[in-house]
């Protein structure tokens, strides 16, 4: 799946709200504009993406039904 797809898929189902594949299509994103990058510039980015994942914590604890059983 490439990021159109996920971004498609994203806004078809209504998950825009579920931060964790905003991350993801940024992820995908990311991977598919590597060559364009620097090594640098894509450790920076990937470290960037990795400090956003690690900030959304536990906020399903409570409604892992709700969230991850639509």
Known sequence: ???EELA???EETGK?????L?????????AENRHSLS???YL???SELQEELMKLGEWWVGIEDD???P
């Open 1 to 3: 799946m490439n990021s």
């Open 8 to 10: 498609r898929y994203i």
């Open 16 to 20: 825009i709200s579920q931060p964790w």
């Open 22 to 30: 905003l991350i993801q299509l940024r992820l995908k994103k990311l």
């Open 39 to 41: 090594s640098d510039e």
């Open 44 to 46: 920076d980015k990937l």
């Open 67 to 69: 969230v991850f059983n």
